[in-house]
């Protein structure tokens, strides 16, 4: 069974302004942690943005923020003031408590910021 | 300076043939991982390790061994490479918990 969802396969948006990328998940586990990577068009993979799951409050990094609402078991991406160098795909992971560091990604969702 | 590397950056093989992938660390991680993605796809796990002389099996194994000689070194290994593993390879590392951080790809192309 899938675990991390990203349904969105592609969004454009003007630069500078907001954008949200959706995620949903599945677990079984009370404790697990969810994370935001990026991937440049070189391939590069950046780490982003992290929420662990025993946290109320939206983690913010940057001009990235999260919106994590965990009764819906989602944890969306929203990018505000978008810049040109904000295209990239982007994907959604999860590491569930008890499972030693493994990550479950989900298919990634590409972001074009037209300027 | 990149603290996780991978070589060879790409590379062709042979259907059949040997391949050993490197990935080598500085960041005094314990855990390590080899991903595999696929044009269009987010990452899966093949292998990983939390300490040295010790490898675990990730999501799709089959096909490929792991290596790991010390802490900060990882290998995967086709011993007998076939098109399906054609795909981009992704080494990370990480602490028990936190995000992991990349290297820069390998890209397998087997004929």
């Known amino acids: 069974a899938q675990k991390v969802t990203q349904t969105q396969t592609s969004i454009s948006v003007m630069e500078k302004t907001t954008v949200t990328m959706d995620c949903v998940y599945e677990?079984?586990?009370?404790?697990?942690?969810l994370f935001w990577y990026k991937q440049t068009a070189s391939g590069e993979i950046v780490f982003l943005i992290r929420?662990?799951?025993?946290?109320?409050e939206n983690a913010t990094v940057g001009h990235y923020s999260l919106n994590f609402q965990k009764p819906k078991s989602s944890i969306g991406l929203i990018i505000t003031a978008t810049q040109i160098e904000d295209s990239a795909v982007y994907f959604c992971?999860?590491?569930?408590?008890?499972?030693?560091?493994?990550?479950?990604f989900g298919a990634g969702t590409q972001l074009i910021v037209i300027p | 300076e990149a603290a996780v590397t991978q070589s060879p950056r790409s590379k062709v093989a042979v259907t059949g043939g040997k391949v050993t992938l490197s990935c080598h660390q500085t960041?005094?991680?314990?855990?390590m991982y080899w991903y595999r993605q696929d044009t269009g796809h987010g990452l899966r796990l093949i292998h990983y390790?939390?300490?040295?002389?010790?490898?675990e099996k990730g999501d799709i194994p089959d096909g490929y061994k792991a290596s790991r000689p010390s802490q900060e070194n990882f290998s995967l290994i086709l011993e007998l490479a076939s098109l399906s593993q054609t795909a981009v390879y992704f080494c990370?590392?990480?602490?028990?918990?936190?995000?992991?951080?990349f290297g820069p790809g390998t890209r397998l192309t087997v004929l």
């Open positions: 677990t079984q586990d009370s404790s697990y942690f």
């Open positions: 929420q662990d799951s025993y946290k109320k």
């Open positions: 992971a999860m590491r569930e408590g008890s499972a030693l560091g493994r990550l479950h």
């Open positions: 990370a590392s990480s602490d028990l918990g936190v995000e992991q951080y």
């Open positions: 390790s939390y300490v040295a002389d010790s490898t």
């Open positions: 960041n005094n991680h314990d855990y």
